[in-house]
């Protein structure tokens, strides 16, 4: 299979380029597109054999559910209107009401009661559905072009870096799949907020662009971390993921570990903010510093280092999606 690459403006998509990417959808094809976090691979959320296709294409275990994209409001559909959702959901709970309302379109994911519509590959065989509303123009124009939600997972091989560039769809995942919308850099650069409001508290499954205190302003009491054993809820769990080919050494000091591994022998790149060995400076603002994370991590991944060392950011809230990604980039299984 030969990749199509089709060039789109990020702002304002054009129709000619959409309706060819919606009619691969259509077909049971695989699409990969930008959001606001990362590019995404996308099938009919609906056709459980287009589906399938994700998971051969990123080589991606069964038991790693995926993300329920819908279009969500225009101007002929306020925020308040709810039938999409309940395309795919059996319930929409008054806490999902209020988080949509103040954070869709964006980059969060509610885990809500499935329908039984949605095949139980997206869901890892699991009641609930991690839906959201992508705040892009080309993914909802897609997701609308196309007439159905689309599951995307991050478009990339499992457990490997998610792109959020078009060359790093390319990289991981050229031959794999049908097509790839190339909308320039995703401006998040981390996956969304996932939170699961089944239960009387929300819980967050995944950290993300949108922090505990942000979540807490809309609905109070946050509990926090997937819960030990069972079927999983939500993309993001897995011990090691979102990784470099490099292996990733996380650091309370990151000039000691630069020199030690130097004098082993090793070739070692370090990447932060206030560093003696920096290859590469990147903000000390998390949110610039996760959307350049992914970016700069591929770059040093084509090095041929033996060692990347990166020293942990503050552990409090506005970092604790970086810190969870780099924890688990670091992972050896």
């Not at 976090?37 to 294409?57: K, P």
């Not at 457990?159 to 050229?174: C, I």
């Amino acid at each position: 299979m030969e990749t199509v690459v089709l060039k789109v403006d990020p702002t304002n998509s054009e129709p000619d380029v959409i309706r060819r990417a919606a009619e691969v959808i259509r077909a049971g094809g695989l699409v990969a597109f930008p959001t606001e976090t990362v590019y995404g691979l996308g099938a009919n959320a609906l056709n459980a054999d287009a589906v399938a296709g994700i998971f051969t294409a990123k080589g991606r275990p069964s038991t790693n559910p995926l993300i329920v994209h819908v279009p969500g409001p225009t101007e002929l559909m306020p925020a308040s209107d709810v039938t999409e959702v309940l395309n795919v959901a059996s319930a929409w709970p008054e806490t999902a009401a209020r988080l949509a309302a103040r954070f869709w379109p964006g980059p969060l994911t509610l885990v809500v009661p499935k329908r039984d519509s949605v095949p139980d590959i997206v869901t890892a065989h699991g009641p609930t559905v991690a839906v959201r509303c992508p705040n892009h123009p080309v993914a909802r124009a897609l997701i609308r072009a196309a007439g159905t939600p689309l599951a995307a997972p991050s478009a990339n091989r499992s457990t490997e870096l998610s792109p959020t560039r078009a060359e790093h769809v390319l990289k991981s995942l050229n031959g794999r799949i049908d097509l790839l919308l190339d909308g320039g850099p995703c401006s998040g650069g981390l996956e969304s907020t996932v939170v699961d409001v089944t239960s009387e508290f929300p819980r967050v499954l995944r950290p993300g662009l949108i922090t505990v205190p942000m979540l807490e302003e809309v609905c109070g009491r946050i509990e926090f971390g997937a819960a030990n054993g069972g079927i999983a809820r939500a993309p993001g769990q897995m011990v090691k993921h979102y990784s470099p080919r490099t292996p990733l050494v996380l650091a309370e000091d990151a000039d000691a570990d630069h020199r030690r591994l130097m004098e082993l022998g090793l070739r070692v790149v370090s990447l932060g903010y206030d560093l003696i060995y920096d290859y590469k400076f990147i903000s000390d603002d998390p949110e610039e510093y996760a959307a350049d994370l992914y970016a700069a991590l591929h770059e040093l991944d084509n090095g041929r280092y033996d060692r990347i060392v990166i020293e942990m950011p503050p552990d409090t809230p506005e970092w604790a999606a970086v810190r969870d990604r780099l924890t688990r980039a670091a992972a050896r299984e």
